[in-house]
């Protein structure tokens, strides 16, 4: 029988070209898995800091609207601190941002604000008095391959008086 003189089994270049290969597949298998880890725990505290919005809105909707948590605080924000009861449980999450992690602004009274908020070419007309624009946000912190990156959610709503 002929025997074949090329059929040594692999050249070590050729085993090193396939262990090479396959690292660099197993790489980016991690690296895709790693984002999806990722992509899923991002969305995870961000529905928690979305309830923690809710929570929070509820409680300025049972609020008056002459109540000092809707003041124009000259733009500034108000805190959480300014809420009663019931107390809103924070993630973790949410609590490492500390004292400003949850924060709403409210604007001035649309009827005197110096501007046409509806856009009707009128300002400061009689449908615009007793409204005010509501800013919330609630920010929270997410731990990703040992780096923390803060982020938040913002809600805005209009807070009407009711005549
Ligand atoms: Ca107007
Ligand atoms: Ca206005």
New binding site residues.
């Given amino acids: 029988m002929k025997k074949l003189s090329n059929q040594g089994g692999f050249t070590l270049i050729e085993a090193l070209t396939a262990v090479f290969i396959l690292g660099v597949g197993i790489i980016a298998l991690y690296t895709l898995q790693m984002t999806g880890v990722r992509g899923n725990f991002d969305a995870q505290m961000r529905t928690q800091a979305i309830a923690v919005a809710g929570d929070v809105l509820e409680q300025l909707a049972q609020q008056e609207f002459t109540d000092g948590v809707f003041d124009y605080n000259s733009g500034k924000a108000h805190k959480s601190s300014e809420l009663t009861a019931p107390a809103i449980t924070l993630p973790p999450a949410v609590e490492n941002v500390g004292a400003d992690a949850v924060s709403w602004t409210v604007s001035k009274d649309w009827g005197s604000d110096g501007e046409?908020?509806?856009?009707?070419?009128?300002?400061?007309?009689a449908?615009?008095a007793g409204m005010k624009k509501i800013e919330l946000t609630v920010k929270y912190k997410m731990v990703a391959n040992m780096i923390a990156r803060q982020k938040k959610v913002t809600l805005k709503y209009l807070k009407v008086k009711f005549m």
């Fill in positions: 046409d908020n509806d856009g009707d070419g009128a300002t400061d007309e449908d615009e």
